[in-house]
Structures are given as C-alpha cells and as structure tokens.
C-alpha cells in the first residue's frame, strides 16, 4: 500500500469527491426522501457495490477498452441514460398512481439495491475518473500497483458511504415528515422524475 501520508491525502480527497453533486448522490437523496432512510441506504449499498465492479475493471486493465473505444463508452452511456428514463417513467407513474397515502407504497430495498447498482455501472464515466484517479495515489515501489488499486478503491468506497449514509439518513428522515400528505409525496415523485430525465439527458448529451 501507499504510504500514510498518501492514502491520508487519497482519502480526503474522496470524502471531497463523494460530497460534490452528481448523479449517485442525488439518486441517494431522492430515494431517501421519497421512500425513507432505509431506501436510501440500500441504494447507496447498490452504488457501491458498483464501485467494486468499476475498481476491479481499473485493476484488471477493463476500464482502458472503454477509454480506448468511443462505440463502447457511448453504448454504456446510451444504456444508462434508457435506465434512467425508466427510472423517471416509474416516479411518475407512481405520482399519478394513487391519492391515497394507506398502502400506497412497499419499500422493496433488494429492488432499490439493483437500481444502484444498475446506475452506477452502466456509467463508465465512474471507470474513466477510476481510470484517472486512483493511479495518482500508487506508489509502485511500495507493491503491486493493481493490489494497491483494489486497496484505494475500497478507501473510495468507505468514504462514499460516510457521506451518502449521512444523506440517506438525513434526507429519510426529512421525507417521513413531508409524507404525511399525499400531495407533498405526488410532488416530490414528480421532482424525482424530471431529475432522471436531466440525468438521463446529461448522459446523452455527453455522447456528442
């Protein structure tokens, strides 16, 4: 690994990187206001876990494909922004599905879980900025590069759910009180949806 100071330095820059608005911390956030602390939490679980596949795609040479080859990048892009469309289709669906606030909604956090993780690796900007990133902070003559990628990686990872958990919980708990009317819960599920679709057309428009 690194030395102390390195890894010190790489790891403050994370906690910077993981509170700057982007595409994962707002998902965190609307999730958690919309459905609660505990939605919140599972999608950032799911983000996460597809930062440990865009880790290891640094480490193994993967992400270097996507760096090296425009069609490829722009049909992970394009795929990402459809599922962020759908994503945007189902908050407003579920705004105009119902005024009643009984049984409106089940939190189904395995499903919450996929859509983090779906997000998250169908962005191979994430693999870039990995690509670019994290070899800044290696140190070759303190090991193996790639088993030092994996251990910065894992650094990054703690960092992000420092910040999006505080998110998710204080986002969460925010939303229970804004969802005590049907109204509030309407509008913030349309919020939600006009926000994947700003996503959605950040990443296609990134394509050009």
Not at 59 to 69: E, K, P, R, W
Not at 130 to 137: K, T
Request: proline share 5%.
């Amino acid at each position: 690994m690194p030395a102390i100071d390195t890894i010190a330095s790489f790891f403050l820059a994370s906690l910077l990187l993981a509170v700057s608005p982007g595409p994962d911390i707002i998902f965190v956030l609307t999730q958690s206001i919309i459905q609660g602390p505990k939605a919140g939490l599972a999608v950032m679980a799911g983000l996460c876990s597809g930062l440990v596949v865009h880790t290891t795609a640094v480490a193994a040479g993967v992400a270097a494909i996507f760096h090296a080859s425009p069609a490829a990048y722009a049909t992970l892009r394009t795929i990402g922004a459809c599922y962020l469309l759908y994503l945007a289709w189902l908050a407003f669906r579920a705004s105009a599905a119902s005024t009643e606030m009984s049984g409106r909604k089940t939190v189904l956090l395995p499903r919450l879980y996929m859509r983090g993780v779906i997000m998250n690796i169908t962005n191979p900007k994430v693999t870039i900025f990995f690509l670019a990133f994290l070899p800044l902070f290696a140190e070759p003559e303190h090991g193996p590069v790639a088993f030092q990628i994996i251990g910065l990686g894992l650094l990054f990872i703690i960092s992000t759910i420092l910040v999006f958990g505080f998110v998710a919980l204080t986002a969460g708990s925010v939303g229970q009180w804004l969802n005590r009317t049907p109204a509030a819960w309407r509008v913030m599920n349309i919020i939600a949806g006009i926000v994947f679709i700003l996503l959605a057309g950040g990443l296609l428009l990134d394509l050009g």
